[in-house]
């Protein structure tokens, strides 16, 4: 056991950075939960986007071309806040130079009045983790030796296929294939209205105080931009509805700190545009296409540009 754990710390499965040896970057291609340890301290960028598959189509290179900011994608699917924060922590204690923009995705799991933050799926809290013990414990796990002997693969290989250094992942082929597109089922259950708020109409809501709380004490002057998603116009609340209650409820917390702290921005895009009239501009209710993308992207770079 003791010989894994010294061989597992020498071979760093995840390119965390931890290892004491000078190894090949990169990690070989996997899911972004753990990939986002060797991307998130790979030096080539200085601004990240944050938040799971409703802002996981926001390009990096994009963002670059309109801000002039490297920017990489540390996005995993079906997370919240509580995982954000780590992986937020995971980035900026890796820059050499301060980071130059933080784009957080915020949804309706940022609306949850329960101050543990609860997850959804698991998630790697260990990889990150500021505490070695903690690290190592994680080390000790089946997946680990399943990884520890594809990264010496990947490590004793001449060329190996590496995993995207930006984080970019287009999720329209997966939901092409499933007929989200066409298929009468998915259809008309996006044309069907749908409660997206997050249903907190009173609060408290403790995930945008943990980011104040975080931001004011590890990212004091790095640009903020928060982003709230755009979702197909069903899923936008009936006026006078506990949805509208809810909506607006939660989204407050997060323009006022925007409007509390420096170098912060709002862009709230949940809101009624010709865009998310279109039915086949999204496959769900909040998953949206290409296109919305695109458009998402403009409204980050113009936050970020009034900043300067």
């Given at each position: 056991m003791s010989a894994f754990l010294l061989a597992a710390i020498a071979i760093d499965p995840y390119d965390t950075g931890r290892s004491p040896l000078s190894l090949k970057e990169g990690v070989r291609p996997q899911g972004p939960r753990t990939a986002a340890a060797s991307r998130g301290r790979d030096p080539?960028?200085?601004?990240?986007?944050?938040?799971?598959?409703h802002i996981q189509l926001i390009k990096p290179e994009q963002l670059k071309?309109?801000?002039?900011?490297?920017?990489?994608s540390l996005?995993?699917?079906?997370t919240g806040p509580k995982e954000t924060l780590v992986l937020i922590d995971w980035f900026l204690r890796h820059r050499r130079e301060p980071a130059q923009a933080l784009v957080i995705g915020i949804d309706q799991a940022w609306c949850t009045p329960d101050p543990a933050l609860p997850t959804g799926k698991p998630f790697p809290f260990w990889l990150f983790s500021r505490n070695p013990a903690e690290y190592l414990t994680g080390l000790m796990r089946y997946d680990v030796l399943e990884e520890v002997n594809r990264r010496i693969r990947y490590l004793t290989t001449q060329s190996p296929e590496r995993a995207r250094p930006d984080g970019y992942w287009d999720y329209e082929e997966g939901y092409r294939v499933q007929g989200f597109l066409d298929?009468?089922?998915h259809r008309s259950k996006l044309l069907a209205p749908a409660n997206v708020s997050g249903g907190n109409e009173t609060g408290p809501f403790p995930a945008a105080a943990a980011l104040a709380a975080f931001?004011?004490?590890?990212?004091k002057d790095t640009p903020v931009i928060l982003v709230r998603p755009?979702?197909?116009v069903s899923a936008l609340p009936e006026p006078g509805s506990s949805a509208e209650r809810a909506e607006a409820a939660c989204r407050a917390p997060f323009q006022a700190l925007a409007d509390n702290r420096p170098a912060t921005k709002l862009?709230?895009?949940?809101?009624?545009t010709p865009l998310i009239r279109e039915p086949s501009n999204f496959f769900d209710h909040t998953h949206y296409?290409?296109?919305v993308a695109r458009e998402v992207e403009t409204s980050i770079a113009a936050a970020l540009t009034s900043l300067r």
């Open positions: 080539a960028f200085s601004g990240a986007i944050f938040g799971n598959s071309a309109l801000t002039g900011i490297p920017f990489v996005i995993a699917p079906a298929a009468p089922q931001l004011d004490a590890e990212a755009p979702v197909y862009v709230d895009l949940r809101r009624d296409r290409q296109i």
